[in-house]
């Protein structure tokens, strides 16, 4: 019996080509709307009744008593773990064990179509092969194994979130739909994130634009930021994603004749040129580099334009605020901006700096409705908070101590160095270059997320430090240092070094469903 991987090796016409994933989400009934002619193909659990397929992948042993007359007849091969689940848990009999029993199982084993790989979840591994990781549905393992396999290019219908089958399964509602204790598929999208991040899966559901494309206002000074911004965004986004820092574009940003119309900031009026660095097609999503991302941006890249041409985010009533355009969804193919042509309005009078900036008056139809969860102004809240936003320049966390959420920042910069998407040698770069505060150097040294904590030599470190958007030494802002908030850091640091919280998220693991 191979592993998949054994197989795949030998048939490497097929690891050069796109795979295409089919699970039984309501997507599965648009197959019929694509040329499918160009994949692999590879179906998840029951999908291999409906469509002939290359790979027919069941993760649970109950699935092939009720559909081995559809693998003999529509899969080339089917994938299975090396010791199966019974019953959505881990089983204890193998794969080579089952198949001396099950006449189906025997049948493929004795054709060559029979192929294992280890799940993580199995209480023994076979040595020699690798492991693939599987916290929620089968979809992770498959796109798991496809990376490991060496496929650059994976794509997906029927691995929806929700909780609903596509109408060829409706028959299976009540028998298998969310059968090990999961609420909705959503789970999914984070563990394929993971997947994604860990091993530049080329990914994305076949009725999606993709990849999704972000372009970051920036200046070479703020490329670190950049880098924890798209670390960030990576870490939680389930498809592939593409990030531009607008600075380096080739596209020149004439300045305007009247002072009173120039840009504020280097980077003002570089979000005007992404329409064209698109060829004005699809789909983009403009950002700031002071930003961190703590969910999936799938959900900014498919929201609705309903008819406008920009969409940004809905101030809430109580700040009062008109609408903040530091996060926006452009529809490309409406917007025809040239930087040219505005600057020339600007030049004219025809349009004002105000109105461009903060009424974005050069978009026909805005919509103020994405949620207020994807711009929150210096406020965190776990599990709430879709986007962060560094707004006060003097406690962005790259330039001072003295941020009370800097913790994060500082925390997605380890684990962006300890996954090398971001270097320790980037770092001290921009620190010999004084683009970012020395005593960053020491956190990342002596892995301490916290900045309030830091001992007096750390401290000393950033004496005369100068950021580059100031021409004298840094202001500490004296709100920030509150003794609470010192205290809170403290306690904060103890209580997640703590046995107690340890053995906590230890315990939260081990009582998930597989």
């Known amino acids: 019996?191979?592993?998949?991987?054994?197989?795949?090796?030998?048939?490497?016409?097929?690891?050069?080509?796109?795979?295409?994933?089919?699970?039984?989400?309501?997507?599965?009934?648009?197959?019929?709307?694509?040329?499918?002619?160009?994949?692999?193909?590879?179906?998840?659990?029951?999908?291999?009744?409906?469509?002939?397929?290359?790979?027919?992948?069941?993760?649970d042993y109950d699935v092939v008593a009720a559909c081995g007359d559809a693998v003999e007849k529509n899969a080339q091969v089917l994938v299975?773990?090396?010791?199966?689940?019974?019953?959505?848990?881990?089983?204890?009999?193998?794969?080579?064990?089952?198949?001396?029993?099950?006449?189906?199982?025997?049948?493929?084993?004795?054709?060559?179509?029979?192929?294992?790989y280890n799940l993580s979840t199995a209480p023994q591994i076979r040595e020699g092969s690798p492991v693939v990781p599987v916290r929620f549905f089968s979809s992770e393992a498959m796109l798991g194994l496809l990376a490991q396999a060496g496929v650059r290019q994976a794509r997906s219908l029927g691995i929806d979130g929700g909780a609903n089958y596509s109408a060829q399964f409706e028959d299976l509602r009540e028998k298998t739909l969310l059968a090990n204790g999961w609420q909705s598929f959503d789970v999914q999208f984070a563990a394929i994130a993971q997947i994604l991040l860990k091993t530049g899966l080329?990914?994305?559901?076949?009725?999606?634009?993709?990849?999704?494309?972000?372009?970051?206002?920036?200046?070479?000074?703020?490329?670190?930021a950049v880098r924890v911004l798209e670390f960030s965004i990576r870490k939680w986004t389930s498809m592939t994603v593409t990030v531009y820092p607008l600075h380096r574009s080739d596209i020149e940003i004439p300045v305007p004749a009247d002072v009173k119309n120039q840009a504020r900031t280097p980077f003002s009026f570089q979000r005007f040129l992404i329409p064209a660095l698109t060829a004005y097609q699809g789909r983009a999503i403009y950002l700031d580099s002071d930003m961190q991302v703590f969910r999936d941006l799938r959900q900014l890249w498919t929201s609705p334009f309903d008819g406008a041409d920009l969409l940004t985010v809905r101030e809430p009533e109580e700040t009062g605020r008109r609408p903040q355009f530091s996060v926006m969804v452009l529809n490309c193919g409406s917007l025809r901006?040239?930087?040219?042509?505005?600057?020339?309005?600007?030049?004219?009078?025809?349009?004002?700096?105000?109105?461009?900036?903060?009424?974005?008056?050069?978009?026909?139809?805005?919509?103020?409705?994405?949620?207020?969860?994807?711009?929150?102004?210096?406020?965190?809240?776990?599990?709430?908070?879709?986007?962060?936003?560094?707004?006060?320049?003097?406690?962005?966390?790259?330039?001072?101590?003295?941020?009370?959420?800097?913790?994060l920042w500082v925390r997605d910069l380890l684990e962006a160095i300890d996954q090398r998407f971001v270097t320790e040698e980037m770092v001290a770069e921009h620190v010999r270059r004084g683009f970012v505060r020395p005593s960053l150097l020491f956190q990342l040294e002596h892995r301490i997320e916290d900045s309030f904590i830091l001992p007096k030599k750390a401290r000393q470190m950033d004496e005369g430090f100068v950021p580059p958007f100031r021409a004298s030494p840094l202001q500490q802002s004296s709100p920030w240092l509150r003794p609470a908030a010192r205290l809170r850091a403290v306690a904060r640091t103890y209580f997640q070094n703590s046995r107690v919280y340890r053995a906590g998220r230890k315990l939260r693991r081990l009582l998930k469903p597989s």
């Not at 994305?204 to 490329?223: F, G």
């Not at 700096?353 to 102004?377: G, K």
Request: aromatic share 10%; hydrophobic share 40%; glycine share 4%.
């Open 1 to 59: 019996m191979q592993s998949f991987f054994e197989w795949l090796e030998s048939n490497r016409q097929k690891r050069e080509k796109p795979w295409l994933v089919l699970g039984k989400g309501p997507s599965f009934s648009k197959r019929d709307q694509f040329d499918l002619s160009g994949f692999e193909l590879a179906s998840l659990n029951h999908a291999v009744r409906e469509q002939p397929v290359t790979v027919a992948h069941m993760i």
């Open 80 to 116: 299975m773990p090396w010791i199966p689940h019974v019953q959505n848990r881990p089983g204890v009999r193998t794969l080579e064990e089952l198949a001396r029993t099950d006449p189906s199982l025997s049948l493929l084993d004795q054709q060559g179509r029979l192929l294992w």
């Open 202 to 224: 080329d990914y994305a559901p076949l009725d999606l634009e993709s990849p999704i494309r972000v372009y970051v206002a920036a200046t070479e000074a703020q490329m670190l």
């Open 337 to 407: 901006w040239d930087i040219r042509e505005i600057v020339q309005a600007l030049n004219d009078g025809t349009l004002s700096y105000e109105r461009a900036m903060y009424d974005m008056a050069v978009a026909r139809t805005i919509h103020a409705n994405l949620d207020p969860a994807w711009n929150s102004l210096e406020r965190y809240r776990v599990e709430e908070t879709a986007l962060l936003h560094y707004t006060d320049m003097n406690t962005q966390p790259w330039l001072s101590r003295s941020n009370p959420l800097g913790y």
